[in-house]
C-alpha cells in the first residue's frame, strides 16, 4: 500500500472536466513538492506537472496541478479519449527519506 | 533531442543474471541523476534506485536495497541495473528516467526511457 492514496478509477464524458486527487500526510505532500505523471496504454509515464502546478512545455493548459495541506489534485478540462491513461502522483517523504508514487488512478473517457 | 534509450526485452531463468541499460544523450549525462522504475504486471509505478553519473553517488530505496545494482559508465553515457540472481517476482517492466533536483527533497522525473521488459520464467 502506498503512503500516497489516489482513487482507482475516475470517468467523465468528452468534453467534460475531471479532477485526480492525491492525499499524503504532513511527512510527504504536506512539505514537499508534488508531480504528475500520465501513462497512456503500453506506454511509459510522462511528466504532466511538476512542483505542484508548473506544466512542462508541451503540456496543454487543460491539464493543471494545485496542492492544499495534505493533499494534491490533477484536474483535466475539455477530456478526450485520446486522454484515457493512468495518473500517477509523486512527492517525497520526509519521514520515509524516499521518493514515493501514488497507487494510480485509471481515467476513462466515456 | 533529449533522450534515454533503454536495451531490449530479456527472457531469462530463475537463478540467471541480468544487466540491463538506459544510454543518454542529447544533454550533459553527468549532469542529472537518473532512477530506476519498477512496474509489475498490472501495477503502479515504485522508485529502486538514482545514480548521479557524475560522481556515481548511488542511493536505493529500502525495499531494493541489496536486491539489485545500479552503476554507470559516463564514458558512453550509459545507466545500469543489475541482477545477480533472478526471482519469478523480478518479472516486471523497467523504467530508467532523468531526473530534475531541484533541492534535496524537490525533484521530479522528466524524461523516461520506453522501459525493458523483463519475463523471469523457469
Known amino acids: 500500500q502506498s503512503v500516497l492514496t489516489q482513487p482507482p478509477s475516475v470517468s467523465a464524458a468528452p468534453g467534460q472536466k475531471v479532477t485526480i486527487s492525491c492525499f499524503g500526510s504532513s511527512s510527504n505532500i504536506g512539505s514537499n513538492y508534488v508531480s504528475w505523471y500520465q501513462q497512456l496504454p503500453g506506454t511509459a509515464p510522462k511528466l504532466l506537472v511538476y512542483e505542484n502546478n508548473k506544466r512542462p512545455s508541451g503540456i496543454p493548459d487543460r491539464f493543471s496541478g494545485s496542492k492544499s495541506g495534505t493533499s494534491a489534485t490533477l484536474g483535466i478540462t475539455g477530456l478526450q479519449t485520446g486522454d484515457e491513461a493512468d495518473y500517477y502522483c509523486g512527492t517525497w517523504d520526509s519521514s520515509l527519506s524516499a521518493w514515493v508514487f501514488g497507487g494510480g488512478t485509471k481515467l476513462t473517457v466515456l | 533531442e533529449v533522450q534515454l534509450a533503454q536495451s531490449g526485452a530479456e527472457v531469462k531463468k530463475p537463478g540467471e543474471s541480468l544487466k540491463i541499460s538506459c544510454k543518454g544523450s542529447?544533454?550533459?549525462?553527468?549532469?542529472?541523476?537518473i532512477g530506476w522504475v519498477r512496474q509489475m504486471p498490472g501495477k503502479g509505478l515504485e522508485l529502486m534506485g538514482i545514480?548521479?553519473?557524475?560522481?556515481?553517488?548511488?542511493r536505493y530505496s529500502p525495499s531494493f536495497q541489496g536486491q539489485v545494482t545500479i552503476s554507470v559508465d559516463k564514458s558512453i553515457s550509459t545507466a545500469y541495473l543489475q541482477w545477480s540472481s533472478l526471482k519469478a517476482s523480478d518479472t516486471a517492466m523497467y523504467y530508467c528516467?532523468?531526473?530534475?533536483?531541484?533541492?534535496?527533497?524537490?525533484?521530479?522525473?522528466?524524461?523516461w526511457g520506453r522501459g525493458t521488459l523483463v519475463t523471469v520464467s523457469s
Open positions: 545514480i548521479h553519473p557524475g560522481d556515481s553517488d548511488t
Open positions: 528516467a532523468l531526473i530534475v533536483v531541484v533541492t534535496n527533497t524537490d525533484w521530479y522525473f522528466d524524461l
Open positions: 542529447g544533454y550533459s549525462f553527468t549532469s542529472y541523476w
